[in-house]
């Protein structure tokens, strides 16, 4: 699986590709770890080009969660689709993980968040 | 003899008696073997100055002087690394001293034969200028710690051969002119003994500066191997102490700032994520640093190379584009810089970087040659650390996983209450690395049992904690308690927050009562109940509200009852049933299942366990198994 990072205003978009499984996954917690460490708490995880994904990657994304609550950030789940929708709807996490349809949308939400968050 | 003792007596033919004696005393004291072709000039003027005496003639001098000449242009070209830069530089000198061989014959020479001296003396300052000037350092290249490797020997001959070629004859001229000597062939010969003198200290310097270089390049290259093998002793010290790659690099900068006598440097490692390089470790005030410590890989210097792959040396940082283009903080005070790329098999892996602060002397390529050996080697080094840290990685999962095995069997049922053989049938099988399933199957009285089938996210040990917590709920919670959703409830309270949340658990539990034939079974987000319906020969599925096990503390469980008939086959799987690819990489699938489960409907559940596993076997054939596969069967009697 590879990742990229994009930075976008105050957020940073982490691309996924390939596959998000019992054998990647923890490489999606190493890098939130890396951004929290950085003081970057406002993600969005672009599943758009994730062709599978398993419990394993299931638990990063919870993971991922849990650490936005932990250090009060943002996280928006974007371009969730074909089989990565059929599991999370399958495990019932649609409603629980904070996904969006779009990158564009995912930023929108994230500025509305900041703007309200500063007045 | 009594004409050979006045004969000897010439002072022309003294000193170039004392040339030749001179250069058999170089070559004898130093062992210059590379002044062998310079015996050529005393052997050529003693020749000449024989001939004079005993056949004079006016070419003499001329032709002499020319084979001179080419005596030196002969030895500069085998000797001087820069054979056509030093020659070109010779070029003036040897048009002067074209005029001085075959011009002091024609008329305007004669007349003023200062002219000669002027032209020398143009010739001397060109030199000067040539060879003195900073962007002639190619050629001179003074250093603090000695003379470099390069033309800066044979530079300083010919500013000095060139000065005394045109300060001799002209202090003799003056002499003249005052009236300090008075004969005219007593200066002549004077002149031309004296000649030998300049000839006398370039062969000196040859000798010297000569097997200097020679020691110089033989020092260089024990120079290196000497930097190069404490590098490697002090890495390998490193590494059997504690294989962390931060320390490794950190002992590698130190290594190459001490043996390049560098004033700073730092190692950068290219992101895996990213387009930047981090700093890893450092030396001195490198510049730009502390202030930043990642650099993007677009727009600066460092990250350039690490794009381009080629190691990068700048002599004179200030007058190169690549540098000044955009100079960190402090990058001003740098004089020059090198950039080594650390690659292995093509792969960047990240830059070394030394520098050398304005005020001190640049870099040499001597420098820049011993930071491409050491940096392979620390290429090298940092990915066996890397390679060896995946290897620990892997061996401390597979200890993991065997461990979690040992305890996965003891947490199993090991034996079934006996009214329910003709019931139930049940088979678990985990995968390699995963061991995420999970059944259990209690007996809360005579007719009613408890099932409880479940799939724990993850690998190694946290899963398998997770399932003890599991089991220790569950066999707490049931019997008394009977309803699924409370006993998920209780389960999901217990769970969560204690486990990474990663390592949650979707798990499904069933009460059967055999007796009224009914379940009431509630999900936390498994797959859902398949009921096979034999009145219709069709499959049902059911499922409740409910997330997995282990995420939210308040998360609600829905339940549901659902009445059965004689003959009805209630199935609970795990994904990896389904899931299981064959060779070609195509999945099990439901239908097949439900296919075979249809044509075995009639059989006891062992029997239709036996089938289905066969098909299952079937199907999947040599591919591995990727993930654990728990079926249970209950068949209403």
């Known amino acids: 699986m ?118 | 003899m009594g004409t050979f003792a006045p004969v000897m007596m010439q002072p022309r033919l003294v000193a170039s008696v004392f040339l030749l004696l001179f250069w058999i005393l170089a070559i004898v004291r130093r062992r210059a073997r590379h002044l062998l072709l310079l015996g050529g000039i005393p052997l050529v003027l003693l020749t000449r100055d024989v001939l004079q005496v005993f056949l004079p003639h006016a070419a003499l001098f001329p032709i002499s002087d020319i084979v001179l000449i080419a005596v030196y242009l002969a030895w500069l070209t085998a000797h001087s690394p820069r054979p056509a830069l030093d020659l070109s530089a010779l070029a003036v000198t040897i048009l002067v001293a074209g005029v001085l061989v075959f011009g002091r014959s024609l008329p305007i020479v004669l007349h003023n034969s200062w002219l000669l001296h002027a032209l020398a003396v143009v010739d001397f300052l060109y030199l000067s200028a040539r060879f003195g000037a900073t962007d002639a350092k190619t050629i001179i290249r003074p250093s603090g710690k000695g003379w470099s490797a390069g ?106 700032v001490r043996s390049s006598g560098a004033d700073a ?126 290897v620990l990685e892997r061996k401390g999962i597979e200890l993991e996983q065997e461990t979690a095995s040992a305890i996965q069997q003891r947490l199993l049922p090991s034996s079934l209450p006996r009214w329910l053989d003709s019931h139930l049938a049940v088979y678990s099988q985990a995968a390699k690395e995963v061991i995420g399933d999970y059944y259990d199957i209690l007996e809360i009285n005579d007719h009613r049992i408890g099932i409880l089938v479940g799939d724990v996210a993850g690998k190694g040990l946290q899963p398998i904690l997770a399932k003890i917590m599991i089991r220790a709920i569950f066999h707490l919670l049931v019997p008394p308690e009977r309803d699924p959703a409370a006993v998920l409830s209780w389960i999901n309270r217990g769970i969560t927050g204690t486990l990474n949340i990663e390592h949650y658990a979707t798990l499904m539990f069933l009460v059967y009562d055999a007796k009224s034939r009914e379940i009431i079974c509630s999900n936390a987000a498994h797959l859902p109940l398949l009921i096979y319906r034999k009145d219709r020969d069709a499959f049902q599925k059911v499922t409740t509200e409910g997330l997995p096990i282990g995420i939210d503390r308040k998360a609600r469980f829905g339940a549901k009852r659902i009445r059965l008939s004689a003959g009805d086959i209630a199935i609970v799987l795990t994904d990896g049933v389904i899931e299981a690819m064959n060779p070609d990489g195509q999945q099990y699938s439901l239908e097949r299942l439900t296919r075979v489960l249809r044509q075995a409907a009639q059989c006891p559940p062992h029997e239709m366990l036996r089938r289905i596993r066969a098909d299952h076997a079937q199907h999947v054939g040599v591919a591995p198994l990727v993930d654990d596969q728990t079926l249970l069967l209950l068949k209403v009697g």
């Open chain 2, 265 to 390: 440097g730092a190692v950068f490692m290219v992101s895996d994520y990213e387009d930047s390089l981090s700093l890893r470790a450092g030396r001195g005030a490198f510049p730009g640093l502390p202030s930043a410590t990642t650099l993007p890989l677009a727009g600066t210097f460092i990250g350039e190379v690490a794009r381009g792959g080629a190691a990068v040396f700048l002599p004179n940082a200030a007058a190169d584009p690549r540098w000044t283009r955009q100079i960190p903080v402090g990058g001003k005070d740098v004089l020059s810089i090198i950039a080594v790329p650390l690659t292995v098999k093509s792969r960047v892996m990240g830059v070394l970087a030394v520098v050398r602060a304005i005020g001190g002397a640049p870099f040499a390529e001597r420098e820049f040659r011993l930071l491409r050996v050491l940096c392979g080697y620390i290429a090298h080094t940092a990915d066996s650390v890397f390679s060896h840290l995946d």
């Open chain 2, 151 to 256: 033309g800066q020997p044979e530079a300083e001959m010919i500013l000095f051969a060139g000065s005394a070629a045109c300060l001799v004859p002209l202090a003799v001229h003056l002499a003249l002119a005052f009236g300090w000597l008075s004969s005219q062939q007593a200066v002549t010969s004077l002149l031309i003994a004296f000649s030998c003198i300049p000839h006398a200290f370039l062969i000196e310097a040859a000798a010297g500066r000569g097997t200097g270089r020679s020691e110089t390049q033989a020092e260089a290259v024990s120079g290196d191997l000497e930097a190069l093998c404490a590098l490697m002793e002090e890495l390998e010290g490193t590494l059997r102490e504690d294989a962390a790659i931060d320390r490794i690099l950190d002992r590698s900068i130190d290594c190459a």
């Open chain 1, 2 to 119: 590879d990742i990229k990072l994009k930075r976008y205003a105050s957020a940073c978009i982490i691309e996924l590709s390939g596959e998000l499984d019992l054998y990647n996954a923890g490489r999606l917690k190493e890098v939130v770890a890396k951004l929290a460490a950085r003081k970057i708490t406002r993600w969005i995880i672009d599943l758009d080009r994730v062709t599978y994904i398993d419990s394993s990657g299931i638990g990063a994304l919870l993971h991922t969660h849990a650490m936005t609550r932990r250090q009060e950030g943002q996280l928006r789940i974007a371009n969730v689709g074909g089989t990565v929708k059929k599991v999370i709807e399958l495990t019932k996490l649609f409603g629980f993980l904070p996904i969006v349809e779009s990158i564009q949308e995912a930023i929108a939400q994230l500025s509305g968040a900041q703007q309200e968050a500063s007045s």
